[in-house]
C-alpha cells in the first residue's frame, strides 16, 4: 500500500531563514507519508524552498489565514489532491521523523474529526504554554481527546473538510482564525482531536510580540461570535469575554488597543458574513467540554 500524500502548507515572509531551513528539513524527513509541500510568499518571493516544492508569491501580505488558503488553493489545483492538509508554521519542527504519519493514523481512526492537533511544546519538548492548549483545564497539557478550537500553527485538517467550510477566514488576517475554522467544521457535523501523545516544538514566543496583537484579538473575537453564535448567544458570549478580556487588559497592559479592537470589531460586525450554528452545534460543543459562552 502506497503512503498516504499529504500536502503542507508553509507560509513566509523571508524573515527567520535559519528557523525555516530546521523546520523544512524535519519536514522533509517525515517517513510513511508522502508529503507535498508549498511554500507561500505573503508579500514576497520565498526565498527557503525544498527541492520540487511549489511556491505561491502573493503581491502584498494578505495576513495568515488569507496566505495559508493561497497555499491550499494552488495545492487543490494540483494532480491528485490529497486527503490530508497540514498547515506549518515555518519556525515550528518535527522532533520525531513519523509524527504526520502517527497523525494521520489518529485521523483514521475518527473518521468524524475534521481536524488532530498535536501537542505543542517549546525546544525542550515539555513547556506547553496555556495558550497552546486546546481546550480548556489547559494546566494538563498531556491529556488526549476531543476538543472545540485549535492551535493553528500545526494543525492536520481533512481536505473534505476544510473545503466544505471554505478554509481560513482571510478577513481576520491574524489571530481566533482557529476558532473560526473549528467552530465552523463542529457545524458542518465533524469534530476535533488533541493528540497530546505527539509533539512539535515552537519557539516559546509572546503573542504580544505583534503590534497589532490586542486590537485584532479583540475585534475578531467579536467576529467570531457575530459570524458564528445564535443570536441568544450572542451577548452572553461577549460579556463574559470582554469581562475577562478587559481585566487582563488592565493589568497586563494592551488596554486602549483592546477597546479600539472591541470598537473596531462591533461596528464591522454586519460586513461579516453570518453562518450561525445550530443548537444541536451548541449542545454538541457543550457535552464536548466547551460551552460556546466561554
Known amino acids: 500500500m502506497p ?46 524552498v525544498p ?7 502573493l503581491p502584498e501580505n494578505v495576513g495568515i489565514p488569507g496566505g495559508r488558503n493561497a497555499g491550499a488553493d494552488a495545492l487543490g489545483r494540483e494532480p491528485d489532491a490529497a486527503k490530508w492538509l497540514f498547515f506549518l508554521d515555518n519556525d515550528a519542527t518535527f522532533p520525531r521523523t513519523d509524527v504526520l504519519a502517527q497523525l494521520i493514523a489518529e485521523a ?28 480548556l483545564r ?32 482571510a478577513e481576520f488576517f491574524l489571530y481566533h482564525e482557529g476558532l473560526q475554522l473549528a467552530w465552523q467544521c463542529w457545524a458542518a457535523g465533524w469534530t476535533g482531536y488533541y493528540a497530546a501523545d505527539l509533539r512539535m516544538h515552537h519557539p516559546l514566543t509572546s503573542p504580544t510580540r505583534h503590534a497589532l496583537f ?7 473575537r467579536i467576529w467570531v461570535a ?8 450572542i451577548p452572553l458570549y461577549l460579556a463574559v469575554w470582554t469581562a475577562i478580556t478587559l481585566a487582563r487588559a488592565a493589568h497586563t497592559g494592551g488596554l ?13 460586525r454586519r460586513a461579516q458574513e453570518r453562518r450561525p450554528m445550530s443548537w444541536r452545534t451548541v449542545w454538541r460543543l457543550t457535552i464536548a467540554g466547551r460551552p460556546p459562552v466561554i
Open 226 to 233: 457575530y459570524r458564528n453564535l445564535p443570536a441568544l448567544l
Open 108 to 135: 483514521q481512526q475518527r473518521p468524524r474529526a475534521a481536524y488532530v492537533q498535536p501537542r505543542l511544546t517549546g525546544p525542550d519538548d515539555v513547556t506547553t504554554p496555556r495558550r497552546w492548549v486546546p481546550r
Open 138 to 169: 489547559a494546566s494538563r497539557p498531556e491529556r488526549p481527546g476531543t476538543i472545540t478550537t485549535m492551535t493553528e500553527g500545526v494543525v492536520l485538517v481533512r481536505r473534505a473538510a476544510f473545503d466544505a467550510v471554505r478554509g481560513w477566514p
Open 256 to 268: 486602549s488597543e483592546t477597546l479600539a479592537g472591541m470598537r473596531e470589531g462591533w461596528t464591522n
Open 3 to 48: 503512503d498516504p500524500r499529504i500536502d503542507v502548507v508553509v507560509l513566509t515572509m523571508n524573515d527567520r531563514p535559519s528557523e525555516e531551513a530546521a523546520a523544512q528539513q524535519t519536514l522533509l524527513a517525515q517517513a510513511g507519508v508522502d508529503v507535498r509541500v508549498c511554500v507561500v510568499g505573503n508579500g514576497c518571493e520565498p526565498e527557503v
Open 214 to 220: 490586542h486590537r485584532l484579538a479583540a475585534r475578531n
Open 51 to 57: 527541492p520540487g516544492a511549489l511556491t505561491v508569491r
